[in-house]
């Protein structure tokens, strides 16, 4: 473990926000000593309240926490109306597509083109506050359109990741009972067009009956099937619509949007985020995180499809005035050179993107970066997973010339918000350490009971006060939000929200997020549930039980390895069965969810209560030597001949 301390270097430290750790203490200590006037504080400056809140922060219904109780705001003048006296004429969105094709998008053109959309929506498919927007949607502007149209009319959007199957899209338009999917013919990738309304319907002719009508913007120009009556134009239509469309006074607590993601047991879960808690958190952290200024352009290499997407590409940089990137493309194509050459281009000043990208790049072009004057950028984040010290050290030095600061993130769908990183300007880094919490967020590294975890032990990352910008509820199950989140850990006899992930505290209390204790694998950044690939394992015929562990993998950080046993032993090969797996997993999934390794193997390790040991499973795929007591499996032999399968391959 590398012990290395990185210094914020001071001629950016000197006109950051957050300069130094000082300054971060008395804030944090600030935040102790009065939670909720420190929240006040923020709130009254960077919201702009219609109708005044009367509570900063209820707690009487808890874990269902309200913030800023009974206040009207919008989101989309948030991001869009209350910027347009000062900065109309600025970028607000900078759209790269694949082919190299630039779009500056000021904040008036965004004006006008969210406003025609939020009329489309109402006046011609009648969306109303609280229906549910279905988004499939490539990475252009008309995602974010979309968006904020959506915000602007109050109507709740749940983003599908555009790499999900039809199932997959289907059971989400479903579970939100969604009226209207916006989607695209499709748009490029590494230079060629790709698909993705036939998903969509694909989807629709096989349920999601609430669906009233499909509206389809052109990107691609590709040939597309059209359902008369179900399936509309955006480009047809848009132009007819007036550019002004008034805000819908929104409650703090009305839902923003939906976001699913895995969880370890069942069905992805629907989180739901709020107005008001969620859009400042989204700026604040924008401002203090990446410390975005006057002139700025910051780059997220994310996909909107994801909470990275919302948060950081989309409503944070939009609510706190920047302008922010959009790229359709990959950055390893045309080459492993593109983001630098995009860095260079648009002389980007912060940019925020995901281990596994960086890895991948790492190793495509360890020298590219030198080719191209990166000198704008003063910030470089990460998210998504654990940066191993390596990578952590390539992206500082070669990246960012040892002068930008590494904000490494540690976040989640359900937080909405940045909780554990550093500050660019304030914190000393030790490279492998998310660093601390950021003012205003409690959290703690405890036992299940409570207790604080010893320095240099695992425990359980928690949060132990609400935040604003955290999950209201699982949409449709709020005993399951209660149970996911709430019902592990209990601290002075309350429960506390845990995210599932475990955590370190080393002696200078630098915290070190040590990955999921749960059922949950991160492949690339993403979080993919093991139940949910067993689920889908189960529909192939000559399988009888499939148990799946994550296995560290060199680019992706993890790789999915599935322990298959088959109905009849020797009825088919490993090569067969691994690809009628990943043939059923692409269907039911989407491709982020193939597994890269199967083992067929007799049985699996059981207890006698006949739940399956997915430790010894990890740490066989790992090679790692088995130190766990098997005497009490229902099978202990079991394990030695599992290990001889793996070993063989
Ligand atoms: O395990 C943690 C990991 O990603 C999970 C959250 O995934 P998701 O909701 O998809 O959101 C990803 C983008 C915020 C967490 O429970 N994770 C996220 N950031 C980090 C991380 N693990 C280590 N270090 C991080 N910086």
Redesign the pocket.
């Known amino acids: 473990m590398s012990e290395e301390i990185y210094y914020p270097n001071p001629e950016f430290a000197k006109d950051a926000r957050i300069n130094s750790m000082e300054q971060y203490w008395e804030l944090q200590n600030s935040a102790k000593e009065d939670y909720e006037g420190f929240w006040k504080g923020y709130a009254d400056e960077k919201i702009e309240w219609l109708e005044p809140y009367d509570k900063v922060l209820d707690e009487s219904d808890a874990p269902f926490y309200k913030w800023f109780t009974n206040g009207k705001m919008n989101v989309s003048n948030q991001c869009i109306d209350r910027h347009l006296a000062t900065r109309g004429e600025q970028t607000a969105i900078l759209f790269e597509g694949d082919k190299g094709d630039v779009e500056h998008i000021t904040y008036n053109q965004l004006s006008q083109r969210v406003n025609k959309m939020a009329n489309l929506l109402k006046n011609e498919f009648g969306i109303k506050k609280g229906d549910r927007v279905v988004l499939y949607m490539p990475m252009i502007p008309e995602a974010a359109y979309a968006m904020l149209a959506c915000a602007r009319i109050g109507a709740i959007h749940s983003i599908v990741f555009g790499g999900f199957s039809a199932e997959a899209l289907k059971d989400r338009i479903e579970d939100a009972g969604a009226k209207l999917v916006i989607t695209a013919d499709g748009a490029y990738r590494k230079g060629k067009p790709y698909m993705l309304k036939p998903v969509v319907d694909e989807a629709l002719g096989q349920g999601g009956e609430s669906i009233e009508a499909v509206l389809v913007v052109k990107r691609n120009n590709e040939a597309i099937e059209w359902v008369e009556g179900r399936d509309h134009s955006y480009n047809d239509l848009i132009d007819a619509q007036s550019d002004e469309c008034p805000f819908e006074p929104m409650d703090s607590e009305d839902p923003l949007f939906l976001l699913y993601?895995s969880g370890s047991t069942g069905k992805p879960k629907g989180v739901q985020h709020s107005q008001a808690g969620y859009i400042l958190w989204a700026q604040m952290t924008m401002e203090w995180v990446f410390d975005v200024r006057e002139g700025d352009v910051y780059w997220c290499t994310a996909d909107i499809g994801?909470?990275?997407g919302h948060t950081y590409i989309v409503y944070g940089p939009l609510a706190a005035g920047t302008t922010t990137v959009m790229f359709e493309g990959v950055p390893t194509y045309p080459d492993a050179g593109r983001a630098w050459s995009m860095v260079e281009k648009h002389k980007i000043t912060q940019f925020y993107t995901a281990p596994t990208a960086m890895r991948l790049l790492h190793k495509m072009g360890q020298d590219e970066p030198k080719k191209y004057d990166l000198s704008t950028l003063r910030v470089l984040g990460?998210?998504?997973?654990?940066i191993d010290p390596a990578a952590w050290k390539w992206y500082y030095e070669v990246v960012g010339g040892s002068k930008a600061s590494i904000v490494?993130?540690?976040?989640?769908?359900e937080t909405g918000g940045h909780m554990i990183s550093p500050l660019p300007g304030a914190t000393p880094i030790k490279p492998g350490y998310?660093t601390f919490p950021l003012p205003g967020i409690m959290a703690e590294i405890l036992e299940a009971d409570g207790t604080p975890t010893p320095v240099g032990e695992k425990g359980l990352m928690c949060i132990t006060r609400p935040w604003p910008s955290m999950i209201r509820t699982i949409w449709g199950d709020p005993e399951r939000f209660v149970k996911s989140y709430f019902g592990d850990v209990k601290k002075d006899g309350k429960p506390v929200y845990f995210?599932?992930?475990g955590a370190m505290m080393d002696e200078d209390g630098y915290i070190k997020?040590t990955?999921?204790t749960d059922d949950v694998i991160?492949v690339s950044?993403?979080?993919i549930g093991t139940a949910e690939i067993e689920d889908a394992i189960k529909k192939v015929d000559a399988v009888a039980v499939s148990a799946v562990v994550g296995k560290p993998h060199d680019i992706k950080g993890e790789g999915i390895f599935a322990y298959i046993v088959l109905k009849e032993a020797g009825s088919a090969d490993t090569e067969t069965i691994k690809a009628e797996i990943n043939a059923v997993l692409k269907q039911e999934i989407g491709a982020i969810a193939l597994c890269d390794q199967i083992a067929i193997v007799p049985d699996v390790p059981k207890t006698r209560s006949g739940k399956i040991m997915r430790r010894i499973l990890r740490a066989i795929a790992k090679g790692e030597p088995i130190t766990q007591d098997t005497s009490t499996l229902e099978d202990p032999s079991i394990v030695p001949a599992i290990e001889k399968i793996v070993q063989e391959g």
């Open positions: 993601t994801w909470i990275t990460t998210v998504g997973e654990p490494d993130t540690y976040w989640q769908t998310a995210t599932g992930d997020i990955g999921r991160n950044g993403h979080r």
